[in-house]
């Protein structure tokens, strides 16, 4: 079943991000997080034989059940690779040492506390957490992330921790439809990661994960450099 949502849905999105590209004069390349949540093992099989290499999941427990899953039957994988996993949603000190263990890449680094103590585990498992700063640029009550308000000085703080490599920016879009409104929050995303270059914050990287399946494309024409689909590729979700 998956596999066939991915031979009629997986062309479209391709095309419509190159189109997206176009529109906005940019070359290089969009990175397509297939975002697996609320679906099982078979959809992370169908995603990694369709060629997506990064599949993104919101939950520790759901990716640890998935991940063994996958690994039970990866010997039939002659080459013995496998996705890159991202965690795209919240993520709860209590569960930092699990968490890397199973995700190569941490969206949702959206406080102080949680940076100190992906930073912490990272250095006794020693190796350093691939991450991302989640941002919420709308300041917005319902969306996590930092605020506006001291977010240069926040993200400076969580750049400057030992073991964590930060990549870039991630953020999503108010729940609205107000496209010029969602807009607004993909372009201040990638001005603010601007602000960070001006500021001589040392990131390790320019990325920006934004744009999920209604507003991916926006996303694309404000920069958006890691897009993270779920619906559009493997329909709605069960819960
Ligand atoms: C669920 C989720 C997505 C994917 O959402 P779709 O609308 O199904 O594409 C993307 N990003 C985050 C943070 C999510 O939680």
């Given at each position: 079943m998956y596999d066939e949502l991915l031979r009629r849905n997986l062309p479209r999105v391709e095309e419509r991000v190159a189109a997206a590209l176009a529109r906005a004069g940019r070359d290089g390349a969009v990175r397509l997080v297939a975002v697996t949540k609320g679906h099982g093992v078979a959809a992370v099989r169908a995603a990694w034989s369709a060629g997506i290499r990064d599949v993104g999941e919101n939950r520790v427990q759901e990716l640890e059940a998935k991940r063994t899953g996958y690994e039970a039957a990866a010997?039939?994988?002659?080459?013995g690779e496998r996705p890159a996993w991202h965690l795209i949603g919240h993520l709860q000190r209590n569960k930092v040492r699990r968490a890397l263990k199973l995700?190569?890449?941490?969206?949702?680094?959206?406080?102080l506390r949680l940076a100190r103590e992906l930073s912490k585990e990272a250095a006794r498992a020693g190796e350093p957490v691939q991450a991302l700063v989640q941002v919420n640029?709308?300041?917005?009550?319902t969306k996590g992330g930092f605020e506006p308000s001291r977010v240069i000085d926040d993200i400076a703080a969580v750049a400057a921790l030992p073991e964590l490599t930060v990549h870039g920016l991630m953020t999503m879009a108010p729940f609205t439809d107000d496209e010029a409104e969602i807009r607004r929050t993909f372009s201040a995303t990638r001005e603010l990661l601007e602000r960070c270059a001006a500021a001589d914050i040392a990131l390790s990287g320019r990325d920006l994960s934004m744009g999920m399946s209604s507003d991916y494309e926006i996303a694309i024409e404000e920069g958006s450099t890691m897009i993270r689909l779920g619906t559009i590729l493997f329909g709605e979700r069960e819960q």
């Open positions: 010997p039939a994988d002659a080459t995700f190569d890449v941490i969206h949702s680094v959206d406080s640029v709308s300041g917005e009550g």
